[in-house]
């Protein structure tokens, strides 16, 4: 069954660094997102994707942050300037159609980011 | 703001009995997602519902829309289903936006 693949698994960058997180989605779906779970935490949404074009955001996605899909398979979360609180898993998940038409999601096994 | 809410946070249950766990959702939510996260924090979808039950193996899913709540039933349960499931109710956030709100989600351990 094909799913969406997240790398690395596990990322440490220091305070201040900028990161990216990767995100490979169901290769024939057009809807993306990315979640974050700080630790012991609920799962918070931060952006959807479609079209080439963010389609909604939460107010945890500022300026620090920006999504990219680069080259049509690849799906990318990039924090510029890493802070202790960004310290969380990062769930990219993926579509067929758009959740408020009842379509499942599918998510990737996270990213899991230390921020020392 | 929508708001769900999950219960009970801890579950502990010996392997072959009925798990229930339930979930209770503000006005404005017109459909709930059930998710299963490992151990591991992989997340799993398990059921999306809008009315009615859905079965899937030994998984059911309940949802009644006048009372805003929703059920997750494993049967004949096993250590294999030992992980936090999470209730994430779907809600219209305006200009053709939605959003899903997440449950704290509920830990369960089934024991041998």
């Known amino acids: 069954e094909p799913e969406v693949t997240q790398t690395p698994s596990h990322q440490v960058t220091q305070m201040g660094q900028e990161v990216i997180l990767r995100c490979v989605p169901i290769?024939?779906?057009?809807?993306f997102y990315w979640y974050r779970q700080i630790l012991g935490q609920k799962v918070e949404f931060l952006v959807s994707f479609y079209n080439n074009e963010i389609s909604e955001k939460s107010e945890i996605f500022d300026d620090q942050f920006s999504v990219e899909r680069p080259d049509g398979s690849n799906f990318t979360l990039k924090i510029r300037s890493t802070k202790l609180e960004d310290s969380a898993m990062y769930f990219c998940a993926s579509s067929e159609a758009w959740v408020g038409n009842n379509s499942p999601l599918h998510f990737g096994n996270g990213t899991r980011l230390t921020v020392t | 703001k929508n708001e769900v809410e999950q219960s009970p946070q801890n579950l502990t249950a010996q392997e072959g009995e009925f798990i229930t766990i339930n979930c209770s959702y503000s006005v404005g939510i017109s459909a709930l997602h059930w998710l299963q996260q490992h151990p591991g924090g992989g997340i799993v979808s398990l059921f999306m519902l809008s009315s009615g039950k859905k079965k899937h193996g030994r998984l059911i899913a309940t949802i009644n829309i006048q009372e805003k709540h929703s059920s997750l039933h494993i049967t004949a349960s096993h250590p294999r289903d030992s992980a936090v499931y999470i209730c994430?109710?779907?809600?219209?956030?305006?200009?053709?936006?939605?959003?899903?709100?997440f449950g704290k989600g509920t830990k369960l351990s089934v024991i041998p």
């Open positions: 290769s024939n779906h057009l809807y």
């Open positions: 994430a109710g779907l809600s219209y956030s305006g200009a053709g936006s939605y959003q899903l709100t």
